[in-house]
């Protein structure tokens, strides 16, 4: 069960890697680490072994840590959605800002 959730997990990082156009090798670039061990975590080989890793990535991919981890977004992000897209990025702009 846990190498099919790492494989699931792998392949939300994979889509949500290839919507934002990076190669993989950008992504072990940008968190400053090894393109193997990236590319271990998109084929369900391992995951990130700390919160503020796994934090880090799913900003660099704009994905939530609810989705990276359970596959669903939370509620807000779901209400998010509905709203215009200028006004989403708005928000998304504040947010970022005051993390």
């Given amino acids: 069960m846990a190498v099919d959730m790492n494989n699931q997990r792998g392949e939300r990082l994979r889509r949500a890697r290839l919507k934002k156009r990076l190669r993989q090798q950008d992504v072990a670039q940008q968190l400053h680490m090894s393109v193997s061990t990236y590319k271990a975590w998109e084929n369900g080989r391992g995951e990130p072994r700390s919160l503020s890793v796994a ?23 779901k ?16 947010i970022k800002e005051y993390q």
């Avoid at 934090?55 to 992000?77: H, N, P, Q």
């Fill in 55 to 77: 934090a880090r990535l799913c900003d660099l991919l704009d994905i939530s840590l609810d989705y990276y981890v359970t596959g669903r977004e939370a509620k807000t992000d």
């Fill in 79 to 94: 209400e998010l959605q509905q709203l215009p897209k200028p006004v989403r990025e708005a928000i998304k702009t504040l």
